[in-house]
């Protein structure tokens, strides 16, 4: 799989006209995927500083850029009814012209659940959540009318190696890691596994994406050689610096 550059503009601390600004930014930079979060809170500094919602965000977004793909990092599975879900991103699908990434997760902030009236449940329950709502999204995307775009990806953020993994087998086309490389390694074996028992051929459907927070010459080649392809650099407000999505974006080029 080809290289691609992300970034996750944080939409916290900030002001939506600075948002925007950064989303102008970054895809002028050349970056190929912007995300923002799923989250009604800041996840760190201030805890109760500003902050905007996901895919309202994502509705403008689609409307406000023309090249880059664009998704949370990832979608809280628990704050929507998965068909509802379904239908906004085919809404934001055709809006952007087929540019949506739907990221999904089991999710784990509990001020969300606890302050938007959620139930938060147990880990458990939120991954068996996830699983019986890949299903009924895929069956309300494909009886929408109009149709999606095209496939829409999907991407799931998560590392637990006995169930998430399983759901990411079942139904990723992209796989978000959390961890160090190590960890990616062992995790990404275990996917393939997963994909082995559920009939798919996880090494090359799958694509492998993580956070990064260092520059290129640090840590790119060992990620590559683990199979990332898609590497995303979080942005937090008011500023959102990119002179590190510069060198990843520098780095990307000089691989073609």
Not at 67 to 89: F, K, Q
Request: proline fraction near 4%.
């Amino acid at each position: 799989m080809s290289i691609r550059i992300g970034v996750q503009i944080q939409p916290q601390h900030a002001d939506y006209g600075q948002i925007r600004d950064a989303v102008r930014r970054a895809e002028d930079a050349g970056v190929d995927v912007i995300f923002n979060w799923d989250h009604f809170f800041p996840l760190y500094g201030d805890p109760d500083g500003k902050h905007f919602e996901c895919w309202t965000m994502l509705g403008a977004w689609a409307e406000q850029t023309s090249r880059v793909e664009i998704g949370a990092l990832v979608t809280c599975n628990s704050y929507r009814n998965p068909e509802l879900l379904a239908d906004m991103a085919r809404t934001v699908d055709h809006i952007s012209g087929g540019r949506l990434i739907l990221g999904v997760g089991a999710g784990w902030f509990e001020k969300d659940y606890d302050a938007f009236g959620y139930e938060f449940g147990t880990a458990g329950s939120r991954i068996a959540d996830l699983a019986s709502a890949m299903p009924r999204i895929a069956t309300r995307l494909a009886a929408g009318n109009p149709a999606p775009t095209r496939h829409i990806p999907v991407m799931i953020g998560g590392g637990g190696e006995r169930k998430t993994l399983r759901v990411v087998a079942e139904h990723a086309d992209l796989w978000h890691s959390f961890g160090d490389v190590g960890t990616l390694r062992r995790k990404s074996a275990i996917l393939d596994e997963h994909g082995a028992a559920v009939g798919r051929d996880t090494a090359t459907l799958v694509e492998r994406s993580v956070g990064v927070d260092k520059p290129p010459a640090l840590v790119a080649t060992e990620l590559v050689e683990a199979g990332v392809s898609l590497f995303t650099i979080g942005l937090n407000g008011p500023d959102y610096d990119l002179d590190l999505v510069h060198q990843w974006v520098a780095w990307r080029d000089a691989q073609a």
